[in-house]
């Protein structure tokens, strides 16, 4: 039962243009959304989060959208930059449980 | 340390073999989690102290992963009987608190690499 789903397991842009990442999930209480972005051989990092109670959140390049009605959420990144290249993580917490469940990730190249 | 410390950063052993993971977490981090990444997989959630309560077990696969926590800091997980299958990257996260929790407190270790040969 995977409940935060990134069906895109890869995605390609050119250095300056935009990356959207995508990612769905299936419970409608998670509390908190978040993006992590992981390096190989590093342990993830903390990228940006969103509240269930917001719509979107600004930080920088990086932009998170949700949309509840759909339980979808994007990360968008622009302008893209080959230093971006990563795996990205989508997660959702649950105040309740406590619990951070991951998507199965998707791996970002921005060429030069 | 500053951060979330894990060892052994590698680890191969021999199919059949028991192994041990530890993980220091930031000190006074109440909540401890374990991860794995299996190859071309994502973060599958394993096992989640909070405080003195009695850990969310529900993600290990199988009875032979079992995770302690002493003292409520360090934290143990061992796989008995390692299979091929085990080989990973477990990830160990600290945060202050599990309720409430905003979520980008949670801090995450380096991981350590499972080989089972």
């Known amino acids: 039962d995977q409940q935060v789903k990134q069906n895109s397991p890869s995605l390609s842009v050119q250095e300056g243009r935009i990356s959207i990442l995508n990612c769905d999930y299936t419970?409608?209480?998670?509390?908190?959304f978040l993006w992590y972005k992981k390096y190989p051989a590093e342990g993830p990092t903390f990228l940006i989060s969103?509240?269930?109670?917001?719509d979107k959140n600004e930080d920088g390049r990086f932009t998170v959208f949700l949309n509840k009605s759909a339980k979808h959420l994007s990360l968008h990144i622009v302008p893209s930059q080959p230093g971006d290249s990563a795996v990205y993580f989508c997660?959702?917490?649950?105040?309740?449980?406590?619990?951070?469940?991951f998507g199965q990730g998707t791996t970002l190249q921005v060429k030069p | 340390g500053a951060g979330v410390s894990q060892s052994p950063s590698n680890k191969v052993t021999e199919k059949g073999k028991d192994v041990e993971l530890r993980c220091d977490p930031i000190?006074?981090?109440?909540?401890l989690y374990w991860y794995r990444q299996s190859l071309g997989q994502g973060l599958e959630f394993l096992i989640y102290?909070?405080?003195?309560?009695?850990?969310?077990k529900s993600g290990l696969p199988s009875d032979r992963f079992s995770a302690e926590r002493t003292g409520g800091s360090v934290s143990t997980l061992t796989i008995q009987r390692t299979q091929q299958e085990d080989s990973a990257v477990y990830l160990c996260?600290?945060?202050?608190?599990?309720?409430?929790?905003?979520?980008?407190?949670?801090?995450f270790g380096e991981g350590s690499w499972l080989t089972v040969v």
């Open positions: 969103i509240s269930s109670i917001k």
């Open positions: 102290f909070q405080g003195n309560s009695a850990p969310d």
């Open positions: 000190s006074g981090h109440t909540a």
């Open positions: 996260a600290s945060s202050l608190g599990g309720q409430g929790l905003s979520g980008n407190t949670i801090y």
């Open positions: 419970n409608s209480m998670f509390d908190y």
């Open positions: 997660a959702a917490f649950s105040g309740n449980t406590g619990k951070l469940i």
